[in-house]
């Protein structure tokens, strides 16, 4: 995990992630909890934009029953312009309850482009 947080301080540092830019690219297509390690379980889509190729950082948030209980990171590497790909983020966090509702949202979304 430390590799990765000090990968998104690296990307992070020249990235966009204002509204209307690299937080546009990135959806939210599953948040549920996994039956066998009771954990959270976020997917999600991302569609660069942008007119190059880019490397995104996602962080999610997961909330259960309204508080938020923990938060992941994603990385994509290379996407190109106008192509999407597909993450799973598989946060480290407390059991969930079987019956607790999730919701699962995009916190920051860092995007550069691409070597």
Known sequence: MLGLAVGFGAVAAGCSSDGSGASADVRITGCVRDPGN????????????????????????????????????????????????TFTVHPVGADVPSDTKLTCTVAHVGRIAAE
């Open 38 to 85: 009771h954990r959270a379980v976020v997917t999600g889509e991302v569609n660069n934009g942008s007119s190059k190729r880019s490397n995104y950082v996602i962080q999610v948030d997961v909330k259960a029953n309204d508080s938020k209980i923990e938060s992941g990171l994603a990385s994509l590497f290379k996407v190109e312009s106008g192509t999407s790909k």
